[in-house]
């Protein structure tokens, strides 16, 4: 079935640690996108990607980095976790960048302690 | 900068009522506007959109309205079902940049 997938779908992981979640998607979009939801807060963007090669800061990068080096692949690392990364992430990705359908992954829940 | 505001945060209805959604953005330049649902355990899913150059768009029991004058677009759930119990996500974005912007979310709760 074509679509996005994420992994781990929820990692319990302790401060300072590295980390990285993964998403590929196999429907050959050029955008893709990392959003973290929190409660009351709704989707925030912390990174994008319009195509292979290239990435953008979105509302909340800081203390997040993400790579393209293919189309399929964006995975999003977390250098040295906080607390306040706790958050379900969501992987996206849009064959129209801005203007087209986003497809999300089921989400990947990451608790920091 | 880019603001979407989304009211209400929780709406509760009984089966077969309808239910309404509320959005408001800032930037003028936004030109599409989707909404998407999120069951629980899942990412969301867009379930209706509508463009800068059309007023309403339906698809059977749901409706989206834009008012560019105002920056309003609302989300209309007519005959509503225990199915309809969802989060619903409005969302603004701008042609030629990569920004989405989304409100906080509506816990809609459709009582049999």
């Known amino acids: 079935i074509a679509g996005i997938t994420q992994a781990p779908t929820s990692q319990i992981l302790a401060a300072g640690r590295r980390m990285t979640l993964r998403c590929t998607q196999d429907?050959?979009?050029?955008?893709m996108y990392w959003y973290r939801q929190d409660l009351g807060l709704g989707l925030r963007l912390i990174h994008y990607?319009?195509?292979?090669?290239?990435?953008g800061k979105g509302e909340v990068p800081d203390g997040y980095s993400v790579s393209r080096a293919n189309t399929d692949d964006f995975p999003l690392t977390l250098a040295s976790a906080v607390p306040s990364q706790t958050s379900v992430y969501f992987c996206?990705?849009?064959?129209?960048?801005?203007?087209?359908?986003?497809?999300f992954g089921e989400g990947s829940r990451l608790t920091v302690l | 900068g880019e603001n979407v505001e989304q009211h209400p945060s929780t709406l509760s209805v009984q089966e077969g009522d309808s239910a309404v959604i509320k959005c408001t953005y800032s930037?003028?330049?936004?030109?599409?506007f989707p909404w998407y649902k999120q069951e629980l355990g899942k990412g969301p899913q867009l379930i209706i959109d509508?463009?800068?150059?059309?007023g309403e768009k339906k698809d059977q029991r749901i409706a989206v309205t834009l008012n560019k004058t105002a920056k309003h677009f609302s989300l209309h759930i007519t005959e509503t079902q225990p199915e309809d119990s969802a989060v619903y996500f409005c969302?603004?974005?701008?042609?030629?940049?990569?920004?989405?912007?989304f409100g906080t979310g509506t816990r809609l709760k459709v009582l049999a």
């Open positions: 996206a990705s849009s064959g129209q960048a801005s203007t087209g359908e986003l497809f």
């Open positions: 990607s319009n195509t292979a090669g290239t990435t």
């Open positions: 509508i463009r800068s150059n059309v």
């Open positions: 930037d003028s330049a936004s030109n599409y």
């Open positions: 429907m050959r979009h050029n955008a």
């Open positions: 969302a603004a974005s701008i042609k030629g940049t990569y920004k989405y912007i």
